[in-house]
Antibody, heavy 121, light 107 residues
């Protein structure tokens, strides 16, 4: 079964840091495109970051320079290092696998259950 | 960023009804449009990709259409388990994909 399980969320003060992890099973994060998507309480979905199979990374403007996506191929895990956190970063953070159609990423086909990040003093 | 506008924002329908949700992109996105269903407390679930391709395992009562800027998700005969919030998402401007604000379907 293809599965993603996130961990690492919690309560952090503004300006603080947090590291999220996402453990994959049934497939290899090193061969796929992997993303983080977040959902603020009662709000819609926002793409945050992606790491491609070749290692290149991309970020939403709202987190650029503060968040870092990475993967550990030996542990088959995806991570998101979040620094200088702001109250507006409060959200449920999902990791997701990109569906590749004709060598082009198209959609998110596998999602984890999410981990909650709360930024508040 | 490409803005995705969904309508209606919510609807209530009866079992067996035909339900249509629309999604409009702020600029041309070809057929790079996907649809997800999200139930309360759960992660989104991909239903339709590239505007009209039904994901394996998704019931055939779900269908998608459209191209360019205007898209539609149709549920041909609404079932009790189809409640939830439906999101469209564009994948034209890789990697900066954007979602609509969602349409909540109540039975």
């Amino acid at each position: 079964e293809l599965q993603l399980v996130e961990s690492g969320g919690g309560l952090v003060q503004p300006g603080g840091s947090l590291r999220l992890s996402c453990a994959a099973s049934g497939f290899s994060v090193s061969y796929d495109y992997m993303s983080w998507v977040r959902q603020a309480p009662g709000k819609g979905l926002e793409w945050v970051s992606v790491i491609y199979s070749g290692g290149s990374t991309h970020y939403a403007d709202s987190v650029k320079g503060r968040f870092t996506i990475s993967r550990d191929n030996s542990r088959n895990t995806l991570s998101l290092e979040m620094n200088r956190l702001r109250p507006e970063d409060t959200a449920l953070y999902y990791c997701a696998r990109d569906l590749i159609v004709g060598a082009t990423p198209q959609a998110f086909d596998i999602w984890g259950q999410g981990t909650i990040v709360t930024v508040s003093s | 960023d490409i803005q995705m506008t969904q309508s209606p924002s919510s609807l209530s329908a009866s079992v067996g009804d035909r339900v249509t949700i629309t999604c409009r992109a702020s600029q041309y996105i070809s057929n790079f449009l996907n649809w997800y269903q999200q139930k309360p407390g759960k992660a989104p679930n991909l239903l339709i990709y590239t505007a009209s391709s039904l994901r394996s395992g998704v019931p055939s009562r779900f269908s998608g259409s459209g191209s360019g800027t205007d898209f539609t998700l149709t549920i041909s005969s609404l079932q009790p388990e189809d409640f939830g919030t439906y999101y469209c998402q564009q994948s034209y401007t890789t990697p900066s994909w954007t979602f609509g604000l969602g349409t909540t379907v109540a039975i």
